[in-house]
Structures are given as structure tokens and as C-alpha cells.
């Protein structure tokens, strides 16, 4: 793979002087119209030890708007890191919209040296570089410019270099791997080679740079950072003409599903509790939780709770129920309502990615990331091709979280239409609810059709083995109460005995 790089190609300092100042425009030209258009730029500068990675990075701040650009290094763990899944750190890092991340070796670097040093096996490696591609593939048709670089040397070259830093104490070992993967040049270059087979995609290619000659490293790694800039502003503007196009055509009216039976049609809603018994029965509920909650902490198990539901349908009732069995220190809600600008500057996933819990913690989301396939499909925010994508991607995200041994519980909450209309005139009636109804909960209700269509496309593709939605029948509040809180107990049970 690594032949038609390893070249030992040069470019004379005259010729670096008088390319250079034509491809710092260029690439200052391209970062504008990434800014203009409000396209994120992820560059990752991955390489052998030796190759030149800082030094790309150091040419990347200074031939680009600094303004704009964030670095960002990923050699020592966090203790905040450790204690949550592994994209988790790089989530938090990615570019909003007109802004570019240089990756020091990014999501790969870890992933290639424990491979260059057998920690991990075959089997596992492939498997977290599918994970990434996966990720990546995302990330671009999200309209992300993906640029990876992999700076390369022969092992003469390598071994040339490897010496130099050694004399001029510039080789820094954070850990004994670091001094063996940079003296097993065979090793990390296998590892590299296997990486970049299995993630070079179409949408986030790998560019191999020759890195033997300082200047003609610098310029073949700006023309790949421009070309791939250059590729990601003409999808964009192909989408915008495409979408354009689209919006001027009416749109197909989903009849042929009029008559089908769906999921919460199906639901049984008659089941009730008796109320002499649900005070004693919750309360025991709420205990149990307590004590296996405190028992998931002092484990590291931590858990992620999504309540979706229709309005009035009792998920914030069903939500301080559990909270009230939970140590309030270890416990989160997260309510979900319209983005800020700042999190729409980035792709949807980040903003629910920044609270995913520490291990042994709970995070309750009340709405979630599946307002993306639910409000912003019926409302119409999101043109179709990006909703429709988001299922894959939902999928992906979650198998994220259990995973890493996190406890992902989905929560449907269903009442009937006459229950919500009840509802909803209860707390018009009553002052101190009132505050909970609202001209756009009658205007969602009126698309309730809509909005049904929606959740049996969601449970369809989004209930899988590790993460299955639980369809809540709550016409009956103290029912659905409970219902959540044996599901919850249960799940805790099986996470401490699995």
C-alpha cells in the first residue's frame, strides 16, 4: 500500500518558494467558502513517529484563518474519558458549522498503536475501524468535510528520523508502548495499512503523503486538505440545487398506508391500578431502584433513559417517579426542546453525545435524539434524505452506549387521542397547569395521523436487540408508573447479575 510513498521524493527550497504562496491562498480561499457556506472541516494529521504530524499541524495554524481553527491532541486519557464510552472525547471536539478540528491522529492513533503492540487482536480492530468508518460515513453525508492524512516514511527514512529526535531530546515517551511503537516501524506500518483499507470510503478517503522531505510533505498535504475541501463545497451545492429542486415538488401523500393497523394502534390501553395499592407498590419500587442504582454506581455501570411519548401522556410524572428512587447526586434530566444556535451549528448527535453519563451515573433525557425522525419529520424541519439517514445513524450511536456496558432504556408513552383531549382541557381548567398547554400542542395534535406514521417507522428501525422500545400503555397514569419502574428495576438486575 505504502510503496508509491515511500519515494524519498524532494522539492528544492526555490520550488517550495514559489508554490507555496499560490496554495496558502488556495486554502485560505477554500476555508472561506466553508465558512461562507457553514461547512465543518475535520482534518486528522495521522502518521510514523517522526513524520512530521506537529509540524503539518504548526503549517495548518499558520496558513489558515487561526480564528477558525482548533487543535486538539488525544495522547493522555482523562479521567472524565475514561469514565464514559470512547467517542464520547472526540464528540465533544468536533468542528460547528464554518469551523475546522485538526485531529492529532484522532480516532485511529489509540486503535493503531495497541494493534501495533498486540493488545487488541484482529477480530477487535476490525470491528472499532468499522465502528469509525461508520461514524465517518455520517459525519460527510452530514455535510462535514472529512480530510485524513497519513504522513509516511520508509524505514530508512523512519529510522534516520527516530535518531535525529533522540539526539535532540525531542523523542517524548508518555508511556513504555509509545518508545516500542516508535522502534517497531514493520509493526505500525501493518497496523496503518490494515486501518486505512478498512475506512477509506469514497465521502472520507485517506490522502498517504511522502514525508521524507519537509517541503514536499507540506505542499502535497495542502493540496490534499484543498482537494478535499473542494470535493465536500461541490456536494454541498449539488444538495442545496437538489434540494431546491425537490421543494418545488408536491409531495406524494402516504395513502397506501391509511389502512394499515400500526404499532400503537395495536396497544392494549385498558390496563389500570388499582389506586389503594399503587402508593405501597411505588414506593417499593422507588426502594429497590435505590439500592441497585447505588449498587450499578459502585460498579460503573451507568444508564441512559429516553422518554418519547405523546403530549400530555405523562412522561414528566413518569420521570420524577424515578428520579424520586434515585440519589439525586448520581441522577440528570436532560429536557429537550428547540436547539440553540450553538447546537445547531453542529451535527444533532452532539448535543445529546455532551451528556451522556460517567460511569455508575443516570442521564433521563425527556425527549431525544429521536425528534429527529419524529418533530423534524412531520414538522418538516428536516428535508427527508437527512431524517430518513438518521435512523442508521441512531442505530449506531446507541450501539455506542451499550457497548460500553450503558444501560439504554426507550420509553414510549401512549394514551388515545380522547385521553390527550381530556387531558388537555384538564389543564386549561385548572391554574397551576395551565402553563402546560400550549397553541402548538393543539397544532401537534391535529397531526396526530402524521406523527403515528412517524413512531411506526421509528420502532421499526430503531427497536433492535440491545436497545428495544418499550411501548408504555398510560392512559392510566399510575399504570405507566409503574410499568417504568419495573422496567428500569429489571434492567438493573439483569446489568449487576449479567
Same mark, same amino acid.
Given at each position: 500500500?505504502?510503496?508509491?510513498?515511500?519515494?524519498?521524493r524532494?522539492?528544492?527550497?526555490?520550488?517550495?518558494?514559489?508554490?507555496?504562496?499560490?496554495? /496558502?491562498?488556495r486554502? #485560505?480561499?477554500?476555508?472561506?467558502?466553508?465558512?461562507?457556506?457553514?461547512i465543518?472541516?475535520?482534518?486528522?494529521?495521522?502518521g510514523?513517529?517522526?513524520?512530521?504530524?506537529?509540524?503539518?499541524?504548526?503549517?495548518?495554524?499558520?496558513w489558515?484563518?487561526s480564528k477558525?481553527?482548533?487543535?486538539?491532541?488525544?495522547?493522555?486519557?482523562?479521567?472524565?474519558?475514561?469514565a464514559?464510552?470512547?467517542?464520547?472525547?472526540?464528540?465533544?471536539?468536533?468542528?460547528?458549522?464554518?469551523?475546522?478540528?485538526? #485531529?492529532y491522529?484522532?480516532?485511529?492513533?489509540?486503535?493503531m498503536?495497541?494493534r501495533?503492540?498486540? @493488545?487488541?487482536?484482529?477480530?477487535?480492530?476490525?470491528?472499532?475501524?468499522?465502528?469509525?468508518?461508520?461514524?465517518?460515513?455520517?459525519?460527510?453525508?452530514?455535510?462535514?468535510?472529512?480530510?485524513?492524512?497519513?504522513?509516511?516514511?520508509?524505514?530508512?527514512?523512519?529510522?534516520?528520523?527516530?535518531?535525529?529526535?533522540?539526539?535532540?531530546?525531542?523523542?517524548v515517551?508518555?508511556?513504555?508502548? @509509545?518508545?516500542?511503537?516508535?522502534?517497531d516501524?514493520?509493526?505500525?506500518?501493518?497496523?496503518?495499512?490494515?486501518?486505512?483499507m478498512l475506512?477509506?470510503?469514497?465521502?472520507?478517503?485517506?490522502?498517504i503523503?511522502?514525508?521524507?522531505?519537509?517541503? #514536499?510533505?507540506n505542499?502535497?498535504v495542502?493540496?490534499?486538505?484543498i482537494?478535499?475541501?473542494? /470535493?465536500?463545497?461541490?456536494?454541498?451545492?449539488? /444538495?442545496?440545487?437538489?434540494?431546491?429542486?425537490?421543494?418545488?415538488?408536491?409531495?406524494?401523500?402516504?395513502?397506501?398506508?391509511?389502512?394499515?393497523?400500526?404499532?400503537?394502534?395495536?396497544i392494549?390501553?385498558s390496563?389500570?391500578?388499582?389506586?389503594?395499592?399503587?402508593?405501597?407498590?411505588?414506593?417499593?419500587?422507588?426502594?429497590?431502584?435505590?439500592?441497585?442504582?447505588?449498587?450499578?454506581?459502585?460498579?460503573?455501570?451507568?444508564?441512559?433513559?429516553?422518554?418519547?411519548?405523546?403530549?400530555?401522556?405523562?412522561?414528566?410524572?413518569?420521570?420524577?417517579?424515578?428520579?424520586?428512587?434515585?440519589?439525586?447526586?448520581?441522577?440528570?434530566?436532560?429536557?429537550?426542546?428547540?436547539?440553540?444556535?450553538?447546537?445547531?451549528?453542529?451535527h444533532?448527535?452532539?448535543?445529546?453525545?455532551?451528556?451522556?453519563?460517567?460511569?455508575?451515573?443516570?442521564?433521563?433525557?425527556?425527549?431525544?435524539?429521536?425528534?429527529?425522525?419524529?418533530?423534524?419529520?412531520?414538522?418538516?424541519?428536516?428535508?427527508?434524505?437527512?431524517?430518513?439517514?438518521?435512523?442508521?445513524?441512531?442505530?449506531? #450511536?446507541?450501539?455506542q452506549?451499550?457497548?460500553?456496558?450503558?444501560?439504554?432504556?426507550?420509553?414510549?408513552?401512549?394514551?388515545?387521542?380522547?385521553?390527550?383531549?381530556?387531558?388537555f382541557?384538564e389543564?386549561?381548567?385548572?391554574?397551576?397547569?395551565r402553563?402546560?398547554?400550549?397553541?402548538?400542542?393543539?397544532?401537534?395534535?391535529?397531526k396526530?395521523?402524521?406523527?403515528?406514521?412517524?413512531?411506526?417507522?421509528?420502532?421499526?428501525?430503531?427497536?433492535t436487540?440491545?436497545?428495544?422500545?418499550?411501548?408504555?400503555?398510560?392512559?392510566?397514569?399510575? +399504570?405507566?408508573r409503574?410499568?417504568?419502574?419495573?422496567? +428500569?428495576?429489571?434492567?438493573?438486575?439483569?446489568?449487576?447479575?449479567?
Amino acid at each position: 500500500m505504502f510503496e508509491s510513498a515511500a519515494l524519498g521524493r524532494a522539492c528544492s527550497n526555490k520550488e517550495f518558494e514559489e508554490k507555496a504562496p499560490q496554495l /496558502r491562498m488556495r486554502l #485560505f480561499n477554500a476555508q472561506l467558502q466553508c465558512i461562507e457556506r457553514k461547512i465543518p472541516v475535520l482534518i486528522t494529521v495521522a502518521g510514523l513517529v517522526g513524520s512530521g504530524r506537529g509540524a503539518i499541524i504548526n503549517l495548518l495554524s499558520e496558513w489558515m484563518d487561526s480564528k477558525h481553527v482548533q487543535n486538539h491532541v488525544f495522547w493522555l486519557v482523562t479521567d472524565e474519558e475514561k469514565a464514559r464510552p470512547w467517542p464520547w472525547r472526540f464528540w465533544r471536539q468536533l468542528p460547528a458549522a464554518g469551523q475546522t478540528a485538526v #485531529f492529532y491522529d484522532g480516532w485511529y492513533g489509540e486503535a493503531m498503536r495497541q494493534r501495533c503492540c498486540k @493488545d487488541v487482536g484482529e477480530n477487535e480492530f476490525t470491528a472499532s475501524m468499522h465502528r469509525w468508518q461508520a461514524l465517518e460515513s455520517g459525519l460527510a453525508e452530514s455535510g462535514m468535510a472529512i480530510i485524513k492524512l497519513w504522513l509516511h516514511l520508509n524505514k530508512k527514512d523512519h529510522a534516520r528520523a527516530l535518531k535525529e529526535r533522540q539526539e535532540n531530546r525531542a523523542l517524548v515517551h508518555f508511556s513504555p508502548s @509509545d518508545k516500542k511503537i516508535a522502534a517497531d516501524y514493520d509493526g505500525m506500518v501493518s497496523a496503518a495499512s490494515r486501518a486505512i483499507m478498512l475506512t477509506d470510503r469514497d465521502n472520507a478517503p485517506w490522502s498517504i503523503i511522502d514525508a521524507a522531505d519537509p517541503n #514536499f510533505r507540506n505542499l502535497s498535504v495542502v493540496k490534499a486538505i484543498i482537494a478535499g475541501i473542494e /470535493r465536500t463545497i461541490a456536494a454541498h451545492d449539488a /444538495r442545496v440545487a437538489r434540494l431546491k429542486v425537490l421543494e418545488s415538488v408536491p409531495e406524494v401523500e402516504e395513502d397506501a398506508r391509511e389502512s394499515l393497523v400500526s404499532t400503537l394502534d395495536a396497544i392494549d390501553l385498558s390496563s389500570v391500578q388499582a389506586p389503594e395499592h399503587y402508593q405501597k407498590e411505588l414506593k417499593r419500587l422507588q426502594k429497590e431502584i435505590y439500592q441497585l442504582s447505588y449498587r450499578a454506581y459502585k460498579k460503573g455501570i451507568s444508564s441512559t433513559l429516553i422518554f418519547e411519548g405523546w403530549d400530555a401522556a405523562g412522561k414528566g410524572g413518569a420521570i420524577r417517579r424515578l428520579t424520586a428512587g434515585t440519589d439525586a447526586r448520581i441522577t440528570r434530566v436532560i429536557p429537550i426542546s428547540a436547539p440553540s444556535d450553538e447546537e445547531l451549528a453542529h451535527h444533532y448527535l452532539w448535543r445529546f453525545w455532551r451528556h451522556i453519563p460517567r460511569a455508575g451515573f443516570i442521564t433521563i433525557y425527556d425527549r431525544s435524539w429521536y425528534g429527529r425522525v419524529l418533530v423534524e419529520r412531520v414538522e418538516k424541519l428536516t428535508p427527508k434524505e437527512d431524517w430518513a439517514r438518521a435512523y442508521a445513524e441512531i442505530n449506531h #450511536f446507541e450501539h455506542q452506549l451499550t457497548n460500553n456496558g450503558n444501560i439504554l432504556l426507550k420509553f414510549w408513552l401512549h394514551i388515545s387521542p380522547e385521553e390527550q383531549l381530556r387531558r388537555f382541557r384538564e389543564r386549561e381548567a385548572i391554574p397551576w397547569k395551565r402553563y402546560k398547554i400550549t397553541d402548538e400542542d393543539w397544532r401537534n395534535r391535529d397531526k396526530w395521523p402524521e406523527y403515528a406514521r412517524a413512531a411506526d417507522e421509528m420502532f421499526l428501525r430503531t427497536s433492535t436487540e440491545d436497545a428495544p422500545w418499550h411501548v408504555v400503555p398510560a392512559e392510566n397514569k399510575k +399504570y405507566a408508573r409503574l410499568m417504568v419502574l419495573r422496567i +428500569y428495576r429489571d434492567a438493573l438486575k439483569r446489568a449487576l447479575h449479567g
